[in-house]
């Protein structure tokens, strides 16, 4: 297949882009709020008492992952056996938490994907079990509790040669298309004190922390259950986020709407080795740096509602071979009628180790059966970084997912990306990616 950089030589953009308004709210069989026939609607709904975790960060961080998965979802659900029949278990841990301040959660998510070209392996599959809790040390019964959070993780490969985050690369993209789905093995991602100070206005977290928690956030930015490409994802793909290690942050309200969010991470932060921090942090002193100031109309909304600004800089890694480098990122999401969000991202990144130098992400979810239910699309622009040659051409990405809550602990996602003009791959105009995401929460 011939490539051609001229959008003028793809009259399909301009009918694609008249469907997708039909495909988000032509959809009145799914959006039925008054749930699936025949579905079971009385007996007690089982929770775990999570609604007062102390969080902060967003929808991925363990705080709104303990809420968001104990949070009731439509009443009449399409299956409920699974929370019903684990009763028992969830007994033991509202105990917990009412008891001794302790918050678990487990889920399970596998992902699949397949390519319709590829330079070479043209499928991937991976799993990862998490293990992740907030255990409210002191101040439980004030504004002001502190907290100690944990996350460990098992990354691992289900049955094919590559896991489905390099899949991108195989076909030539420059890019991820399932960002954490790797084969990394076990690690511990999360392991920090959290600290609320003012009443809850402020937070302080220091330890062992994930940047992508807090980092650039908005109300779609969880690849366990939304997109999954990292152009929707932290930084838009022009951000390099370091991977877990030792470092702090602090976020505060400075006014009822207007908040900053300011930290450091060691950019060799290693989740397998978590103790190896203290030599690459305090000896290489090789850091990772933001800072950002956004607005929300409540503190509730941080994620929902959410305009922002973010500028990082990051140290030379002197034994990865990776220069120094600094950017900027903005992100303006807005929440409509409590079920409709559309948003606009952008990115820009002067070395580093970005993937990408430039970056524009725009799209719309909209959520369905009492928030059970979302779908999906963003379509990206991506310049890819010179580190990767000169002269490539620009990169279009489209991604679209319908997440179906099957029940309050299960769901599985369908995923379509289309890239257009993928950089590394100069023989091919565009092709599929096409996935399904699977995710059991206990």
């Known amino acids: 297949m011939n490539r051609s950089s001229s959008s003028s030589q ?30 079971q609607t009385d007996g007690p709904t089982i929770r775990a008492g999570y609604d007062d975790v102390p969080e902060f960060g967003g929808p991925g961080s363990v705080g709104a992952t303990l809420k968001e998965d104990d949070r009731p979802t439509e009443p009449a659900m399409r299956f409920d056996g699974i929370k019903r029949g684990l009763s028992p278990y969830f007994d033991w841990k509202a105990n917990l938490k009412s008891k001794h301040g302790l918050s678990l959660g487990t889920d399970y998510t596998a992902v699949y994907e ?24 002191t101040g439980r019964d004030t504004d002001n509790p502190g907290s100690l959070v944990f996350k460990v993780e098992s990354r691992h490969k289900l049955g094919t040669a590559i896991p489905p985050s390099g899949l991108g690369f195989e076909t030539g993209y420059v890019g991820l298309t399932a960002a954490p789905f790797n084969d990394a093995g076990w690690w511990l991602s999360n392991f920090y004190w959290q600290q609320k100070l003012r009443g809850g206005k402020t937070t302080v977290m220091a330890g062992q922390v994930d940047a992508t928690d807090y980092l650039d956030i908005y109300g779609l930015i969880n690849p366990w259950t939304h997109f999954t490409n990292l152009a929707f994802l932290t930084g838009s793909g022009a951000m390099p986020a370091p991977n877990m290690g030792l470092g702090a942050v ?20 290693d989740p397998h080795d978590p103790l190896k921090g203290f030599d690459t942090l305090f000896s290489d002193t090789e850091t990772f740096k933001h800072i950002e100031l956004g607005w929300t109309p409540s503190r509730d909304q941080i994620y929902l509602d959410n305009y922002h600004v973010t500028l990082w800089q990051v140290d030379e890694r002197t034994e990865a071979g990776v220069p120094d480098g600094w950017g900027a990122n903005a992100s303006f999401a807005k929440f409509i009628n409590g079920d409709t969000m559309p948003f606009l991202r952008a990115g820009y990144s002067d ?40 002269n490539l051409d620009d990169q279009y990405t489209l991604e679209a997912f319908y997440r179906f809550q099957l029940s309050e602990n299960f769901a599985i996602t369908p995923d379509l990306q289309w890239v257009i003009d993928p950089a590394l791959n100069p023989a091919e105009s565009s092709l599929a990616i096409l996935g399904v995401r699977a995710r059991l929460s206990i």
């Open 114 to 137: 397949r390519a319709t070209e590829s330079l070479g392996e043209d499928r991937g599959a991976s799993g990862i079990f998490r293990l992740f809790g907030n255990w409210t040390l």
């Open 250 to 269: 602090v976020g505060t309200m400075l006014t009822d709407q207007l908040y900053l969010i300011a930290g450091f991470a060691d950019s060799n932060g």
């Open 351 to 390: 070395d580093g180790g970005a993937l990408l130098e430039k970056s524009v992400s725009v799209g719309v979810g909209r959520y369905f059966r009492e928030h059970s239910d979302v779908f999906a699309v963003g379509l990206n622009w991506g310049k890819p970084s010179t580190d990767f040659g000169v």
């Open 10 to 39: 793809r009259p399909w953009l301009r009918p694609l882009a008249s469907l997708l308004p039909t495909l988000l709210f032509g959809l009145p069989a799914l959006a039925n709020s008054d749930g699936v026939e025949g579905a």
